[in-house]
């Protein structure tokens, strides 16, 4: 009886370990191979909308030809990789930064472009019985087996559409991951829309562009710009008198 009830502790003491294990593991799946633009970690998923460039943070120079100013909601979809140790709780914010140009980071402008918080805990899943904390500015919805999605409305803090700036010098958006839940989640997509909901902007998980509102030259742009041959003016009938 002594031997087993030891041989039970040992079995509860290692599952208790592995679970402390993947708590303290679970984070965000780190990107390998992705976009130029991307920034990634265990911690942090972060794509360039915009920018002037700045070798010194290693974010290349940036601009995919839409109109900046009308930019209102972002939306992030992220997928639990474990769906055995998942248990409704991701928690972090969604990131959103502006700066450069004529913005003038200073005082109340510094805090309502440089990084506000936007933060969501949980999510709703009814199948899985998970509700999030509404109290938050983000809410993670079911949109997939396991998979959600958090949209932020940034109609208000958008710099060149609420007239705070004329030029900035970035515009930069992503998620931030602080863990709880006991799996890793890993970006399916991010998302920039207008204030219609028209795609501005599609990023996968790599953070590659796969989708913009910008019209792309054609690739006979050059010819179909170029005037016409003019025709060679037809000849004149010859007079009566000359036949």
């Given at each position: 009886?002594?031997?087993?009830?030891?041989?039970?502790?040992?079995?509860?003491?290692?599952?208790?370990?592995?679970?402390?294990?993947?708590?303290?593991?679970?984070?965000?799946?780190?990107?390998?191979?992705?976009?130029?633009?991307?920034?990634?970690?265990?911690?942090?998923?972060?794509?360039?909308?915009?920018?002037?460039g700045n070798e010194a943070e290693n974010?290349?120079?940036?601009?995919?030809?839409?109109?900046?100013?009308?930019?209102?909601?972002?939306?992030?979809?992220?997928?639990?990789?474990?769906?055995?140790?998942?248990?409704?709780?991701?928690?972090?914010?969604?990131?959103?930064?502006?700066?450069?140009?004529?913005?003038?980071?200073?005082?109340?402008?510094?805090?309502?472009?440089?990084?506000?918080?936007?933060?969501?805990?949980?999510?709703?899943?009814?199948?899985?019985?998970?509700?999030?904390?509404?109290?938050?500015?983000?809410?993670?919805?079911?949109?997939?087996?396991?998979?959600?999605?958090?949209?932020?409305?940034?109609?208000?803090?958008?710099?060149?559409?609420?007239?705070?700036?004329a030029s900035i010098g970035c515009m930069?958006?992503g998620i931030q991951y602080w863990g709880?839940?006991?799996?890793?989640?890993?970006?399916?997509?991010?998302?920039?829309?207008?204030?219609?909901?028209?795609?501005?902007?599609?990023?996968?998980?790599?953070?590659?562009?796969?989708?913009?509102?910008?019209?792309?030259?054609?690739?006979?742009?050059?010819?179909?710009?170029?005037?016409?041959?003019?025709?060679?003016?037809?000849?004149?009938?010859?007079?009566?008198?000359?036949?």
């Amino acid at each position: 009886m002594k031997l087993r009830k030891i041989i039970a502790a040992s079995a509860l003491a290692a599952v208790t370990a592995a679970a402390v294990s993947v708590t303290s593991s679970a984070a965000l799946v780190v990107v390998e191979g992705g976009d130029p633009g991307l920034s990634t970690g265990t911690g942090n998923w972060m794509v360039q909308l915009y920018n002037v460039g700045n070798e010194a943070e290693n974010k290349p120079a940036t601009d995919y030809g839409i109109n900046y100013a009308d930019v209102a909601k972002l939306s992030v979809v992220m997928k639990a990789t474990d769906p055995d140790w998942m248990d409704g709780n991701p928690g972090g914010s969604i990131i959103w930064s502006q700066n450069g140009g004529d913005i003038g980071l200073e005082g109340d402008l510094f805090n309502k472009y440089n990084w506000p918080s936007n933060e969501y805990w949980g999510v709703n899943d009814p199948d899985l019985e998970f509700t999030a904390d509404d109290s938050k500015p983000v809410v993670g919805e079911k949109v997939g087996d396991y998979t959600y999605e958090w949209t932020l409305d940034v109609s208000d803090t958008n710099a060149l559409a609420n007239g705070d700036a004329a030029s900035i010098g970035c515009m930069q958006a992503g998620i931030q991951y602080w863990g709880s839940d006991m799996s890793d989640y890993e970006v399916v997509s991010f998302t920039a829309y207008d204030k219609s909901g028209n795609v501005l902007l599609n990023f996968d998980g790599k953070g590659t562009l796969t989708q913009s509102a910008a019209v792309a030259p054609s690739p006979n742009a050059a010819e179909e710009a170029a005037p016409a041959e003019e025709a060679a003016p037809a000849e004149a009938a010859p007079a009566a008198d000359e036949q």
